[in-house]
């Protein structure tokens, strides 16, 4: 079913809301009036300035564009802020990781050098042992041979 | 006809110089002047009778308050289209409010046209009430008060251009609306 923009007018029709409608916004307007009247009667309290802080909020209520504009480079920015933060973790991450491992092929090749200087200690104590007991052997094996 | 233009401009210029002096009575004139336009933009938004006739007083108890910042007659109707609408949008914000049927709020005994049908008007209030409050208000703007884009766009405070794709997206959604509630009846009596 198609419809007209004159039907769409003649379902748009203003309607009167009637006589007593006037009539109960008259009576609004004059208690209004009333309350107005004793209250500028009475001395005034300094009022508390009212904070803006929903104006902005307001404004871009009414502009869905902006709003949206808003919203877009809100997570653009995020996005970047993210993508920097997580690119920044993995770098400190990297360099953490790096340096145990230096730290780890340092003590590596301290424990070798010291393997080896233990090694030639040994190495030295053990020549030393055994010249003391070729001099040892040595006597015995001259009275061996006279005997014979 | 330009001339009973101008006589009217001429008594409501009148009426608001005295209303601006505090005259009640002239105030009321502008009230009933001008009490079809505000009720029947908050009706047919809300779609409520009640409610509508709360807001459209609200409106113009603020117009009581501020009737000194209004310059002309023009500006006053222009004021009074975009105060109801603000208002309009702040009521639809209240989604929880409950909704009464109250026996008044049967459509109006409008005079219908010969050549209107009262059911695709009917169907037409049902849809329009479906739309997202700004279409809403763009179409009442447009389709009740008969302003063009420009002046829809200054009474909601939007861009010309978001008016008129709005009204155009606002005619294709109630279209579709339109045929959506025509197929479920023609189901339901199947």
């Known amino acids: ?148 | 006809m330009e001339q009973t233009a101008a006589f009217e401009d001429d008594r409501l210029n009148l009426a608001l110089n005295r209303a601006l002096t505090g005259d009640a009575q002239a105030f009321a004139d502008l009230v009933r002047e001008h009490q079809g336009m505000v009720f029947s933009i908050a009706y047919h938004f809300l779609q409520d009778r009640s409610l509508a006739e709360d807001l459209a007083q609200e409106v113009f108890l603020e117009l009581f308050q501020s009737i000194d910042r209004i310059q002309s007659p023009a500006h006053l109707t222009y004021w009074l289209r975009r105060v109801t609408a603000n208002r309009c949008i702040d009521q639809g914000r209240k989604k929880h409010r409950r909704r009464e049927m109250a026996l008044e709020e049967a459509p109006e005994p409008t005079t219908v046209s010969s050549h209107a049908d009262p059911m695709l008007l009917e169907r037409l209030q049902q849809s329009l009430a479906t739309l997202p409050e700004r279409q809403r208000l763009v179409v009442i703007m447009r389709f009740q008060e008969g302003l063009g884009p420009a002046e829809i766009a200054e009474v909601l405070e939007m861009p010309v251009n978001t008016v008129k794709s709005t009204l155009h997206r606002s005619l294709a959604d109630l279209r579709k609306g339109l045929t959506r509630k025509i197929r479920e009846v023609r189901y339901a009596f199947l």
Do not use: C
């Open chain 1, 1 to 148: 079913m198609h419809f007209s923009e004159d039907d769409l007018r003649e379902a748009l029709k203003r309607k009167d809301p009637g006589e007593g409608f006037t009539q109960r916004t008259m009576g609004s307007v004059n208690q209004a009036r009333v309350n107005q009247s004793q209250s500028e009667s009475k001395p005034v309290l300094a009022k508390p300035e009212k904070k803006s802080n929903g104006a902005f909020l307001g404004w871009l209520m009414h502009r869905p564009a902006w709003a949206i504009a808003v919203v877009a480079i809100l997570l653009l920015a995020f996005g970047i802020g993210g993508y920097q933060y997580s690119e920044y973790r993995h770098a400190e991450e990297m360099r953490i990781a790096r340096a145990k491992q230096q730290q780890l092929q340092q003590e590596a090749e301290r424990a070798r050098d010291q393997a080896i200087m233990a090694l030639e200690i040994a190495r030295a104590k053990m020549n030393h042992v055994l010249r003391h007991a070729q001099l040892q052997a040595e006597p015995n094996d001259k009275i061996r041979r006279e005997r014979l």
